[in-house]
């Protein structure tokens, strides 16, 4: 589920794009940078990860889980050797896996299955 953010944003914010991260094209001019008063709507995506912005290969066959915990469902397998697109890291659950203990996990992407697997297994390409 989306969450949606109303943010009042000044023009000489949204003119020099400093609050969102992007500098407008010469000459573009916004709705917003016209009206001080202007409402931007920014949609959060809580619920899901961040698109892809690694790879990683894994170590050894492992479980891609729909949350960072083993008590999570299972989307997917990755075999060993196979590169996968890759997000964020995040604390989860702890497991042991690949001669390692911890609870460091890494949100993934291989053959259509979305989610986390354990980070101990994945090295980053």
């Known amino acids: 589920m989306k969450r949606k953010l109303a943010l009042t944003i000044g023009a000489t914010a949204i003119a020099g794009g400093s609050i969102l991260g992007f500098t407008p094209a010469a000459g573009a001019t916004s709705a917003a940078a016209q009206s001080p008063s202007s409402t931007a709507v920014v949609t959060s995506a809580s619920t899901e990860a ?4 690694c790879k990683a290969q ?13 008590d999570s469902g299972i989307n997917g397998t990755i075999p060993q050797g196979k590169t996968v697109s890759c997000g964020e890291t995040k604390k989860g659950g702890s497991y042991d896996a690949c001669h390692k203990r911890d609870n460091h996990w890494l949100y993934v992407t291989y053959n259509g299955h979305k989610g986390w697997s354990p980070k101990a297994c994945m090295v980053k390409r």
């Open 50 to 53: 961040p698109r892809a912005a």
């Open 58 to 70: 894994a170590k050894e066959q492992v479980l891609i889980r729909a949350k960072a915990t083993t």
